[in-house]
């Protein structure tokens, strides 16, 4: 497992923009794939946006086009950037990590994740 620690949420008007960021206290940082989850209150834990260890990218379809996940892997550090932010996009964000070559949508396959990190979209 790896430690994980996102920052860069916060309160935003509908239509702006947010990058979050995800520390890994890893060396090994590279062989990781990086997903972004989200969690709205009184719903489940939902897939955002994932990225391998190849640079492959994946993407909920509630998010493409507006969402980018990077990674910066000399930082140690995956991004998502927001863009076109929409209220129903409120919700804590988590970063999570596993060592398998694909993403995965399931939150059941991922065995490392951040505290979350709170964004909040107003109408």
């Known amino acids: 497992q790896v430690q994980l620690v996102e920052s860069g949420g916060g309160l935003v008007q509908a239509g702006g923009s947010l990058k979050l960021s995800c520390a890994a206290s890893t060396r090994t940082f590279s062989i990781y794939t990086m997903a972004w989850f989200r969690q709205a209150p009184g719903k489940d834990r939902e897939f955002v946006a994932g990225l391998t260890r190849s640079g492959g990218t994946s993407y909920a379809d509630s998010v493409k086009g507006r969402f980018t996940i990077s990674r910066d892997n000399p930082k140690n550090t995956v991004y998502l950037h927001m863009n076109s932010l929409k209220p129903e996009d409120t919700a804590v964000y988590y970063c999570?990590?596993?060592?398998?070559?694909?993403?995965?949508?399931?939150?059941?396959?991922?065995?490392?994740w951040g505290q979350g990190t709170q964004v909040t979209v107003s109408s």
């Open positions: 999570a990590a596993n060592q398998a070559f694909a993403t995965y949508t399931s939150a059941a396959r991922y065995n490392s």
